[in-house]
């Protein structure tokens, strides 16, 4: 008699059988998902993990992470932080020799984002939640949009009185030239030259408007400093070693007036660019079920409420209300907010001749201002 046909030892096989087919064909599957949504958290959790590679501080997606451990608490995110500058070559470089450990890849440098699209190394994959996003805030279903962060401009009250801080880029130029030995040594922005995410909001500026030129000439005449840290930017700025900061990404202006009352958010009134940090599932994912739990979570109406209400990261999802969200944002700010379209466009950014004739032209329009 085989294993199989005896009769003791397969009435427990059988038991087994039955205990374990329907753990896996009743796992939980969020409100509004197709069925068939539960064999892909079945298989994410038998996955048990998916490994995150992003540029984005550990404090601040902590809420998200912690949510998502709520909702699955049988996948584990492996949240590895790394700095913008260094991801996508890392991203890149793993890539090449077949060992990419990233089953996501999660980056507020949206042109580099872009490339690896352009490289083959993101999966193709229609989320449950693409229907519920805005349009433009996905590619080819290979690449998403998970956040609607407006750059704004910040100052500090106790050295620039409220009233006073101008709210466009040409009133910005005709104010700091007019105030030139005062504002010496007292503005801040981004070196485009040394920061990747500082030269995609600027040259998107120069996308928008002309009105980049004359300000840039103003920053010549104040004597701008320029930094590749949002953070050290924000320190100098609530301390009052600066008093302005210009192209400041929103979610940390917004944390840094919420601590300090001295600092103040303005949103600029003549236009005002809005990135988002673009997530990626990659081809060589080890857990691509888990990853694709992941996205769909972000991307969720619970994932983007997080997002926009705990993370204050900026919800692009448009069912989601509060103030760090793009209902709340188009709320107030209407058409003045321009986000920038995932698609192939974001690669003109980063092809070598542009961003020489981009630079050349910065580098002139500081020295006018001299």
Known sequence: MSFLKHPALRRPLLALIATTIPC??????PAGYPAGYAETIAKAEAEGSVVVYANTEHAAVEPILADFQKAFPKIRVDYIEIKAADLFSRISSEAAAGALKADMVWSSAMDLQFQMVEDGIAAEYQSVEKAA???WSNWGDKIYGITYEPVVMVYNSKVIPYGEMPDTRASLAK???????????????????????????VSADAQNSDDLWPLVTAFGAVDTKFYTSTGTMLE???AG????????????AYLRAERDPNVKVVVPKDYTVVLSRLAIVTQQAQHPNAARVFLDYLLSKRGQTVVGNEAHLFAIRPDVTGKATIAGLTAEYGNVLKPVAIGPDLMDAIQPMPRMNFFRKWADALKAGK
Do not use: C
Not at 189 to 194: G, L, W
């Open 241 to 252: 070693e600066h008093a302005i900061g210009y192209n400041i990404i929103g979610p940390y």
């Open 133 to 135: 996003v805005p349009e």
């Open 236 to 238: 100098k700025i609530s």
């Open 24 to 29: 896996l064909a009743l796992a939980e599957t």
């Open 175 to 201: 104010w700091l030239q007019e105030n030139k030995e005062r504002m010496k040594g007292k503005v801040a922005t981004y070196d485009p030259e040394r920061s990747g995410l500082g030269y995609f909001a």
